[in-house]
């Protein structure tokens, strides 16, 4: 079992960035992909972007592709979501999840952090 904090969160004006960190405890983290994943207010959890074990493979949502970057520290046990370029649009709880298959669909993913609040004002 791996336990995920999500932090990084915030109001922001469009234009701007955000990173979130994704910080896990328990069992090893550097065996799991990573992804992360959105969910708006009445919306459903969308995926933003993945990362494999290494970090040397990566996968992001066509939305997000070019101001998002997701990398990870397995020496600090933490994944990271660069954000820039923020649009209103972009505005969502933000959470981080583990999985073994290189997957987009959320039932891939466990070990769901209480996930961080973003918010992108016009």
């Known amino acids: 079992q791996v336990q995920l904090v999500e932090s990084g969160g915030g109001l922001v004006q469009a234009g701007g960035s955000l990173r979130l960190s994704c910080a896990a405890s328990?069992?090893?983290?550097?065996?799991?992909?990573m992804g992360w994943f959105r969910q708006a207010p009445g919306k459903e959890r969308e995926f933003v972007a993945r990362?494999?074990?290494?970090?040397?493979?990566?996968y992001y949502a066509d939305a997000v592709k070019g101001r998002f970057t997701i990398s990870r520290d397995n020496a600090k046990n933490t994944a990271y979501l660069q954000m820039n370029n923020l649009k209103p649009e972009d505005s969502a709880v933000y959470y981080c999840?583990?999985?073994?298959?290189?997957?987009?669909?959320?039932?891939?993913?466990?070990?769901w952090g209480q996930g961080t609040q973003v918010t992108v004002s016009s």
């Open positions: 990362i494999n074990w290494n970090g040397i493979s990566t």
């Open positions: 328990g069992r090893t983290f550097s065996g799991y992909a």
């Open positions: 999840a583990t999985t073994t298959r290189w997957s987009p669909t959320p039932r891939d993913y466990a070990n």
